[in-house]
T-cell receptor, first 114, second 115 residues
Framework: ETGVTQSPTHLIKTRGQQVTLRCSSQ?????VSWYQQALGQGPQFIFQ???????GRGNFPPRFSGLQFPNYSSELNVNALELDDSALYLC?????????????FGSGTRLTVV | AQTVTQSQPEMSVQEAETVTLSCTYD???????LFWYKQPPSRQMILVIR??????QNATENRFSVNFQKAAKSFSLKISDSQLGDAAMYFC????????????FGTGTRLTIIP
């Protein structure tokens, strides 16, 4: 059983640029959630995707967008990068039936905006 | 909105001793999940223990146990026989029992194990 994999592991971008982060969900999981973890803070929910549709969104602006593909993998896109977007971005996959069936995190992508 | 508070930014414990990490939360729901996650330097969030609010019995996983006080909205984690590998950031998290599986995290407690 494969776990959740995220790519790339580290990324440096310039303010104003766009970035795409990728996540492959754990086998058997059909839901992907994205979190932003600023330095010294707990993760904050960005949004969740289920069956290729957004299924809930946190307090993040529209320049944070996502996709989910038929194989349940997902992308997080951030446009017009700001310095405050520097953070660890975590992806978690789960089964739609809820927390009883596991909620597995990847190791994250460290994004630095300069 | 749900909130999770961890009031201990840092804790330390002697190897083989017991340590308790505190967490309080706020919610108007009666059915939900509570979690403790461990985040080592590898960055991956690793589930330590999960508690379902409708279960009165406190969850236990080997050396890890919780003290769940639903009325007080308190959810502490006890680590017994602390080991060097327990050193990490520990996050308390709340999850609803309906809707999307969104977790609300606290700010974390950094646990240091003293050899």
């Amino acid at each position: 059983e494969t776990g959740v994999t995220q790519s790339p592991t580290h990324l440096i971008k310039t303010r104003g640029q766009q970035v795409t982060l990728r996540c492959s969900s754990q086998s058997g999981h059909n839901t992907v959630s994205w979190y932003q973890q600023a330095l010294g803070q707990g993760p904050q929910f960005i949004f969740q995707y289920y069956r290729e549709e957004e299924n809930g969104r946190g307090n993040f602006p529209p320049r944070f967008s996502g996709l989910q593909f038929p194989n349940y993998s997902s992308e997080l896109n951030v446009n017009a990068l700001e310095l405050d977007d520097s953070a660890l971005y975590l992806c978690a996959s789960s089964a739609r039936t809820g927390f009883n069936y596991g909620y597995t995190f990847g190791s994250g992508t460290r994004l630095t905006v300069v | 909105a749900q909130t999770v508070t961890q009031s201990q930014p840092e804790m330390s414990v002697q190897e083989a001793e017991t340590v308790t990490l505190s967490c309080t939360y706020d919610t108007s729901e009666s059915d939900y999940y509570l979690f403790w996650y461990k985040q080592p330097p590898s960055r991956q969030m690793i589930l330590v223990i999960r508690q379902e609010a409708y279960k009165q019995q406190n969850a236990t996983e080997n050396r890890f146990s919780v003290n769940f006080q639903k009325a007080a909205k308190s959810f502490s984690l006890k680590i017994s026989d602390s080991q060097l590998g327990d050193a990490a950031m520990y996050f308390c998290a709340y999850g609803p029992n309906f809707g999307n599986e969104k977790l609300t995290f606290g700010t974390g407690t950094r646990l240091t194990i003293i050899p």
